[in-house]
């Protein structure tokens, strides 16, 4: 049966590695017959909790988002050893306000690249601690903190041969495990 996902980049550039990254997986075979649509992390405004009982366009579309798929794949940089501002308040806004989260019971997929050797090991770490709290069951293995580099991705955007087959293998177990949180599989 499809799936829908929501996909979260935690950076906001165009072209950053994450977005990249992201877009790969997406288009991977293991990936194919299910929807994912990327969330627009960057039109919410800084939380406020003045806004909760009218939330702001943007928090709505995002909790509308989250709501409506399956689970969400979170592809985050690591910004000073935990993950980026932009990506919090996301996190922040869709919980808000207490008793109605977008978020709970949520399967969660972490991924994540950045140009130094741990690969955003540290922030998946404090987004895992940050989903937990949202009691969202998130996958344990495979994990993929993954070292940017200029062959990380085809010129195309498609995985080169040496990761695809790791990429695909992650693919598949997101997947899985959704179909299996959400009494699909």
Known sequence: MPLKIAVIVGSLRADS???????????????????FTF????????????????????VRDLKTLVTESDGVIFATPEYNRSIPGVLKNAIDHGSR??????????PAGVIGTSP????????????????AV?????????????????????????????????AGKWMKAFLGYVALHAGKG
């Not at 306000?97 to 949520?106: F, R």
């Not at 130094?116 to 989903?131: D, E, I, P």
């Not at 580099?149 to 010129?155: E, G, H, K, P, V």
Request: glycine share 10%.
């Open 116 to 131: 130094g050797k741990l690969g955003t090991a540290a922030a998946q770490q404090h987004l895992r601690n940050v989903l």
């Open 39 to 58: 969330a627009d992390i960057g039109a919410l405004p800084l939380y406020n909790q003045d806004q909760d009982d009218d939330q702001p366009q943007a």
């Open 97 to 106: 306000p207490p008793g109605h989260s977008c978020w709970k019971g949520k």
């Open 17 to 35: 590695f994450n977005r990249r990254l992201a877009k790969a997986m997406v288009a991977l075979p293991e990936a194919q017959g299910h929807s």
């Open 134 to 166: 949202l009691d969202m069951p998130t996958l344990g293995l495979p994990e993929a903190y993954l070292q940017w580099s200029d062959d990380l991705l085809t010129a195309q955007g498609q995985f080169a041969q040496a990761t695809a087959g790791f």
